[in-house]
């Protein structure tokens, strides 16, 4: 998909989503990669001890009520009333926002760690009908025709878990990174992998013997027991791989 791709010469257009197709894409993502759904991890010794802004304002309420609690009755029945009213109003609408907030970094997703709620959707358009979303012009997924979301490799490597893995041997290795397709003898040899109950299509990882990171994503061409019943013939379609056009790509589009 990206084995002759450049970003001057392949990109028709680049814009910012509106928040309606932002939501609807965040939502197939969270349905797509169940991995996305997951809480993001969280270092207890942060959210433990209560920040300097905290400590000052626990501090302060203390005398903001000395200095405000001897008012007497005169507190101004005409406008007093309701301005204590606004004044409370206002409190409460800030308590409000500031326990959703709360409650939405203590709920935090793996998505909202990748894409924070606050940072707007880029979509650039290329050749050959590719989307390619950007947070802050940094490629995240791609998309190809009306097909699944696939992170980039790159942000594979952040989130290894977020597809499931096969596993080519050795002697695969320089195909893969050459963009071609995985046979299924390289997946069923001793060095080898792969994982039972992967249906047809499925988007997965290409680990290779011996490497940390995943070296290519690709497309299962049958599920794992059609593959392993056949035992030959193209098993992964390679979408991409170290070292394509994608992956020298450090940013892109708005």
Known sequence: MFKKFSPKEDVSSSTSLKSSVQRNIRSSL???LPFLSQPAYRDPSQSSAPSATEETASAA???????????GKKGGKKGGKSKGKSGKGKDK???????????GD???TVLDEIWPKKEALGLTKCHDRISIFTVQTIPLFFQRFDGPFIPTLKLLHKYPNMLPRVQIDRGAIKFLLAGANMMAPGLLSAG???PDNLPKDEIV???????E???GIGKLTASSEEIKKAGKGVAVEVICWIGDDLWK??????
């Open 30 to 32: 969270l349905t797509q």
């Open 61 to 71: 309420a203390p005398e903001a009520e000395e200095e405000t609690g001897g008012g």
């Open 93 to 103: 609408e800030e308590k409000k926002e500031e326990e959703e907030q709360g409650e």
């Open 106 to 108: 203590a709920a935090s």
């Open 192 to 194: 080898g992998q792969l």
């Open 205 to 211: 990882a290409i680990h290779a013997e011996g490497k």
């Open 213 to 215: 990171h995943a070296c």
């Open 249 to 254: 790509v450090d940013t892109i589009g708005l």
